[in-house]
């Protein structure tokens, strides 16, 4: 009976395992982002990670579809793919603007998607990553920006564009998103850079004049040690004329 016990116990814990594990490999099996900033009105370039093909089939395209917050867009060359951006007639509302509010402005037309061609087909076991760069929206901490993904196959495609709503399951296809955090301290990224630099600069000319400083205690060191030899010879010399009034007066 004992042994039917344990024998009942492995299996169990081996089915909870397999839930487990499945359930791990699934959340990981989607096209996910992942940010370089998340702050409103901040520069990001946001890195797409693909892990898998269309059931067990090569990808051969991903076109990543370009919220309408969101106008200029610079992807990253990847030496494996060929690159095209699909653009649209742009109007600047006045909401819609991203942390370059004024290049939003003049902005003719803006980037609708941004597809990725594989040279040779990525296969199915194999991961590849794909880098965007632009300007989040303006906007509130906890507000969200996806970018629907579109991936095409030798056989068959799949679209991650499904919402994730909170207090709810994740879909079977979510859609990468970002979820917005405060903005920081300076307008922009492009501030930030400045004012990093500018601190730069004055933290090495502080240093600069830290290190020249102790000039004149070094100058006063040098005075004493000679002053030190001096008197050491006085003394010898004075030590070797009373030696020898010593010796004459015998």
Same mark, same amino acid.
């Given at each position: ?6 024998? $009942? ?41 693909? /892990? ?22 610079? &992807?990253?060359?990847? &030496? ?17 603007? $991203? ?23 990525? /296969?199915?076991?194999? #991961? ?13 901490? $906890? !507000? ?31 859609? /990468? ?10 307008? !922009? ?28 205690? !070094? +100058?006063?060191? #040098? ?6 030899? +001096?008197?050491?010879?006085?003394? +010898? ?7 020898? #009034? ?5």
């Amino acid at each position: 009976m004992q042994k039917r016990l344990v024998t $009942g116990g492995v299996v169990t814990l081996g089915v909870a395992a397999a839930i487990v594990l499945g359930t791990a490999a699934s959340a990981s099996a989607h096209v996910e982002a992942e940010a370089s900033s998340t702050a409103v009105n901040s520069y990001t370039t946001v890195t797409f990670s693909v /892990p898998h093909g269309c059931d067990g089939s090569p990808t051969t395209k991903l076109q990543f579809h370009v919220p309408e917050s969101v106008i200029e867009v610079t &992807p990253t060359v990847n &030496p494996n793919w060929t690159i095209t951006k699909a653009t649209e007639p742009y109007t600047a509302p006045s909401s819609a603007a $991203g942390s370059d509010e004024d290049a939003a402005e003049a902005a003719a037309e803006r980037v609708t998607s941004v597809t990725y061609t594989a040279k040779t087909p990525l /296969p199915a076991d194999e #991961r590849d990553t794909f880098s965007l760069s632009f300007a989040l929206p303006g906007g509130k901490a $906890g !507000d969200t920006v996806s970018m629907p993904v579109t991936q095409t196959c030798e056989q068959g495609s799949t679209e991650w564009d499904q919402a994730t709503k909170a207090g709810q399951a994740e879909p079977e296809h979510p859609a /990468p998103t970002i979820t917005l955090t405060a903005a920081a301290s300076g307008d !922009d990224e492009h501030g930030t850079t400045e004012s990093t630099e500018s601190d730069t600069s004055t933290a090495t000319t502080a240093s600069g004049s830290s290190s020249s400083a102790p000039a004149d205690p !070094d +100058l006063v060191g #040098r005075f004493l040690g000679l002053g030190g030899l +001096l008197l050491g010879a006085v003394a +010898l010399v004075v030590s070797v004329a009373a030696t020898r #009034r010593r010796g004459s007066s015998k």
